[in-house]
């Protein structure tokens, strides 16, 4: 078991995982409409490639050469001292391992490294995820609704944790 950091080789992979896990976290909360507009708007590999090249950091976690996970980061986010965790999806059948635990773990201690003070997330307000970011001490700061075009909204949850 294994979490490193990827290139554009290995963004195929990301947008592998989206494709398995969008479907189960937000299947009861999205119109299918809506599912395929985002993953196209969010997942394709052109947009992937772009955050990459734009300061963007995408790590996967793997075991035995399989990719179980991915994490997308956003160090000195909106230009302040905090990291945002843009993108955090574990294969259905991986969740529940502490793979997620071990993602937040690497984010903290990224920030760290770059001296940024906050980690920063947003989670849809009825996805399950919520409860798990909550034990790790992240806190509800607002509530967000964000146009994505065509009539869609990600009705979000802002969600932070200071870092020490």
């Known amino acids: 078991m294994a979490i490193h950091r990827i290139g554009n080789d290995e963004i195929t992979k990301v947008r592998e995982i989206a ?14 409409e809506q599912l395929a507009y985002m993953m196209n708007m969010m997942y394709s590999e052109d947009v992937l490639e772009k955050q990459l090249h734009s300061g963007h950091e995408f790590y996967l976690y793997t075991e035995e050469g399989k990719a179980l996970g991915f994490m997308g980061i956003e160090p000195g986010y909106k230009g ?56 790790l001490g992240f806190a509800n700061m607002r509530s967000e609704d964000i146009d994505i075009g065509k009539g869609y909204l990600m009705e979000d949850y802002v969600m932070e944790k200071t870092i020490l």
């Open 19 to 32: 494709m398995i896990t969008w479907p189960v976290a937000f299947g009861e909360i999205l119109s299918k």
């Open 80 to 135: 302040k001292s905090q990291l945002k965790i843009h993108k955090l999806y574990i294969l259905p059948n991986q969740q529940g391992k502490g793979i997620g635990q071990q993602f937040i773990a690497l984010a903290t201690e990224r920030a760290k490294e770059l001296k940024q003070n906050i980690l920063t997330l947003n989670v849809n307000r009825f996805n399950k995820a919520l409860h798990f970011y909550e034990k």
